[in-house]
Each structure stands twice: as structure tokens, then as C-alpha cells.
Nanobody
Framework: QVQLAESGGGLVQAGGSLRLSCAASGIIFSVNTMGWYRQAPGKQRELVASITIGGSTNYADSVKGRFTISRDNAKNTVYLQMNRLKPEDTAVYYC??????????????WGQGTQVTVSS
């Protein structure tokens, strides 16, 4: 079974920084596109950023210029560096990954989420 485990959330003041990590573990052949999503109370889950296995990235307009997604393919790990955080960035952050297992087709897996709270 494949698991994705996030870490790095917490409480930070506006203008501060946090770095989230998400590691995929299990019997994995490859981890293709990985992404970070977030869900604030009363709102739908939304894409924050994604990155392909080749390193191509995509960002939500609200985080462009402040957040940076990266990955370490050898460790099956994706990172989200969040700078100049704003109170509206407060949410539970989830990572996901399109994982090809051994044996098996590609499937989408989700982490359990990590809370990010930005105080004003």
C-alpha cells in the first residue's frame, strides 16, 4: 500500500515562511505528477501548486511569486516553500501524487493533511 505523509505545518505570523514536505512510501515504481491542495473552513479544496516528474510547475494565481514547489525524485518527496504568508493562506494543506505501484496501474493517492495557520 502507498502512503503519502505530510509534515511542516504550523502557526506563523503574517509575512513569515513555512516549508511543507510530503513523502510517498510503499512499493512504488514511479511517482508522476505531485501536487499541493488546500482547504479552508467552509470552502472547497483548491489546487495550490503541482509539479510533473520532469519538473514542470503550475501555480494558483493567489500564490504565484510567494510559493515554490519542488521535488526530490530519488526520495519520492515533494516540497512547498511558502513565503510572505497571508492570513488567507490559512487552511489544511494536502499533498497528492499519481503513483505507479508494483504491480498495478497509476493511481492518485492523498496525504492526511497538515494545518497551516497564519495570524495577522
Amino acid at each position: 500500500q502507498v502512503q503519502l505523509a505530510e509534515s511542516g505545518g504550523g502557526l506563523v505570523q503574517a509575512g513569515g515562511s513555512l516549508r511543507l514536505s510530503c513523502a510517498a512510501s510503499g512499493i512504488i515504481f514511479s511517482v508522476n505528477t505531485m501536487g499541493w491542495y488546500r482547504q479552508a473552513p467552509g470552502k472547497q479544496r483548491e489546487l495550490v501548486a503541482s509539479i510533473t516528474i520532469g519538473g514542470s510547475t503550475n501555480y494558483a494565481d493567489s500564490v504565484k511569486g510567494r510559493f515554490t514547489i519542488s521535488r526530490d525524485n530519488a526520495k519520492n518527496t515533494v516540497y512547498l516553500q511558502m513565503n510572505r504568508l497571508k492570513p488567507e493562506d490559512t487552511a489544511v494543506y494536502y499533498c497528492n501524487g499519481r503513483v505507479t505501484t508494483i504491480p498495478g496501474p497509476e493511481r492518485l493517492f492523498w496525504g492526511q493533511g497538515t494545518q497551516v495557520t497564519v495570524s495577522s
